[in-house]
């Protein structure tokens, strides 16, 4: 049997292609051949291909929004509750509970094959004032284990790992942090409440959840390691460390890995509960994931909300969804770092926004700052991370790609009728002709050749050119740097 009989979306992709020449229906062949074997194609199912699971924080109140709830059902096989299972919601007044909104989020999991982290139990924060003024440490120890008691009761079976206690420790400190836990019941709080949480449901996982304690010689991984070994020693019942990994654009620090080889070898697993890294660099997502795969009782990661918009940390872009729910470069970046891919040999991720780099000129694809309107002439220019520098690439069924710029909200487009060599290009709306199809095939270097559908030219920067302006243009293919563009 042929390569070519065993795969029928290359077939469909042939015959669609029919009316065009032999040489560009060969060059669309070149572009989708099959893979030797089916790889993950999204971060649920890769992780999972690892014994991991990949999960993501939920707020109730977005279920209803369709892009999000597509994403978070195709993507992600945890779910954390980012609000709804925390002191403040759960328990508002003394002895009232409200389970409501968690509950929501518990049913889609449900029917969506979803497991379940719960956060959190017992933390100083979004704290109800008629805790944080109690004074009587015995009124306080019933109300805590109370709290704890009733809330994994009602999720009895329904939750994977709870947050037990969460950032109990004080910022650069060895020492726990002042809270109305720690000052009216002491340092023992922490141990009372996981040999509670044991107590009211003994399937359950129970872990400590922090953030900065990612960097092994920092005071607080230090003062959090102590602990967790002190209680493996003495049989207080704790199963995992959650690390919240909140990183800045650097991403982990060099030592993430030691401080998780170095807490699971105490008899935990470790999680990465809470990830996010300001502007997502795809490396520091990589460099995550690999340290997590490095660590066999690395169990599984969570990003801390689905596209940047749901992201605490407005601004910060630090999730792999941007606003419109696209893929981000991190997305593709985290996924083959799970040893995923979407399918497309191409390695271009459908749908994921890049930054076109121009081998040669060592400048990025650009709409001039601040021009918008169909006919603007597109040129290179030094990246900036800038939305006149972004494009998504949305695969088309002859299996080209439509660029779309993220800045105007307009494509990458050979001028109507115009096809000669040296024709500049520029964005217009998309309509989805073939003078605004690019075939991208990979280069010996990485990089990719974007042919016009229309035109069958290269898209390319004049030869010897590449200061900050030059026009970009299509001309003959030649195979040669000024006609390379990389994907990042
Ligand atoms: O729902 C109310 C709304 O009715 C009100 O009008 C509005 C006014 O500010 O507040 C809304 O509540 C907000 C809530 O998120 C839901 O959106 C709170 O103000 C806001 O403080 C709260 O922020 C949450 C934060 O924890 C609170 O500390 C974030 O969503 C949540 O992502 C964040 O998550 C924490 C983890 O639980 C623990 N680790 C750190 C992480 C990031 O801070």
New binding site residues.
């Given amino acids: 049997m042929s390569w070519l009989s065993k795969e029928p979306r290359l077939r469909r992709t042939l015959v669609s292609a029919a009316g065009l020449t032999v040489g560009t229906a060969l060059a669309l062949a070149g572009t989708v051949a099959p893979q030797a074997h089916a790889a993950p194609g999204t971060l649920g199912a890769a992780a999972a291909a690892n014994g991991r699971y990949f999960g993501t ?1 939920v ?1 109730a ?1 977005r279920l209803s929004d369709a892009t999000y709830s597509t994403i978070l059902d195709r993507e992600f096989n945890m779910i954390t509750p ?2 709804e299972m ?1 002191w403040d919601t759960t328990e508002p007044s003394r002895g009232n509970f409200n389970f409501g909104p968690a509950d929501g989020i518990v049913s889609h999991a449900t029917a969506h094959g979803q497991r379940m982290r719960g ?2 139990l017992v ?1 100083h ?2 704290l109800p004032g008629w805790v944080n003024s109690i004074r009587d440490a015995n009124t306080l120890r019933g109300v805590m284990n109370n709290h704890i008691t009733s809330e994994m009761n009602h999720f009895k079976g329904k939750i994977y790992a709870w947050d037990v206690v ?2 109990a420790f004080a910022d650069g400190s060895t020492q726990h942090r002042s809270s109305v836990f720690q000052n009216v019941l002491g340092n023992g709080f922490i141990e009372e409440a996981f040999r509670t949480a044991r107590a009211a449901d003994p399937s359950a996982k129970l872990c400590y ?1 922090d ?1 900065n304690i990612e960097n092994w010689t920092d005071a607080k991984t230090q003062g959090v390691y102590a602990m967790v070994k002190d209680f493996k020693s003495r049989g207080v019942p704790i199963d995992c460390v959650g690390l ?1 990994s ?1 990183f800045g654009a650097g991403g982990p620090p060099a030592s993430f890995r030691t401080t998780l080889s170095n807490f699971a070898a105490l008899g935990v697993d470790v999680q990465i509960t ?1 990830l996010d890294i300001a502007q997502a660099p795809p490396t520091a997502y990589a460099n995550t994931v690999q340290a997590c795969l490095n660590v066999a009782r690395c169990t599984g990661l969570t990003a ?2 689905i596209r940047d918009t749901d ?3 407005p601004g910060e872009n630090p999730l792999l969804f941007d606003g419109n729910g696209n893929k981000k470069s991190a997305y593709g970046a985290t996924l083959s770092a799970l040893g995923g891919s979407t399918g497309n040999p191409g390695g271009i991720v459908s749908g994921t926004v890049y930054s076109l780099g121009s081998v040669a000129a060592s400048r990025v694809l650009d709409v001039p700052g601040g021009q918008t309107a169909n006919g603007t002439p597109v040129q290179v220019w030094d990246a900036n991370g800038g939305a006149n520098q972004q494009w998504r690439a949305d695969q088309n069924g002859d299996g080209s790609y439509t660029l779309t710029n993220i800045g105007s909200g307009r494509v990458l487009d050979e001028p109507g009728d115009q096809t000669g060599n040296g024709t500049r290009m520029q964005i217009w709306d998309g309509h989805s002709g073939a003078n605004q199809h690019w075939r991208a095939s990979q280069n010996g270097d990485g990089s990719y050749t974007l042919t016009n559908v229309a035109s069958g030219r290269a898209l390319d920067v004049p030869a010897g050119q590449s200061a900050n302006g030059t026009p970009v243009q299509v001309w003959d293919s030649s195979g040669a740097a000024n006609q390379h563009w990389n994907f990042r």
């Fill in positions: 924080a707020a109140g980012e609000n925390k956060h959190t933390w924060s979004q969460n950032e959840n953030y919240q909140h809470e801390w909300g992201s605490w940390r």
